[in-house]
């Protein structure tokens, strides 16, 4: 029972924290869809302002501006091998998945503007 509580507030709470993290079109591709169950369930603890922590994230907040200058190919890496303090994912999702959370990404306004503004 306090399982499923835990589990709920938890998925409460990063859902929350997703919701200020909405793509810049209306609609979504299947694999934006996918990208951001994905940055829901493995990247919002550190990457999210959710309730708990509303001052900072442990890591930078992830939009479409981590991609200026032709940075994706090295943010996949950072993605797939980690870095100095964030875990390499190349084990646990496949180069789909990290091309999907990328897609995904690509589509989040930064924040503090309004979807399809820059």
């Known amino acids: 029972m306090l399982q499923s509580i835990v589990v709920s507030t938890v998925a409460f709470i990063l859902g ?24 829901i369930q493995h990247c919002g ?9 509303l001052t900072a994230s442990y890591g930078p907040l992830l ?22 303090n964030m875990p390499g994912f190349k084990y646990l999702l496949s180069t789909a998945e990290i091309d999907a959370v990328v897609d995904y990404l690509k ?12």
């Open 45 to 53: 603890v550190c990457h999210f302002r959710i309730q708990i922590n």
């Open 16 to 39: 929350a924290g997703a919701a200020s993290a909405q793509p810049a079109t209306g609609g979504m591709t299947d694999s934006q869809k996918s990208g951001q169950r994905i940055v």
């Open 107 to 118: 589509s989040v306004s930064p924040p503090g503007l309004t979807a399809g503004a820059k």
């Open 63 to 84: 939009s479409q501006a981590n991609f200026e200058d032709g940075r994706e190919d090295e943010l996949k890496g950072v993605i797939s091998n980690g870095g100095p």
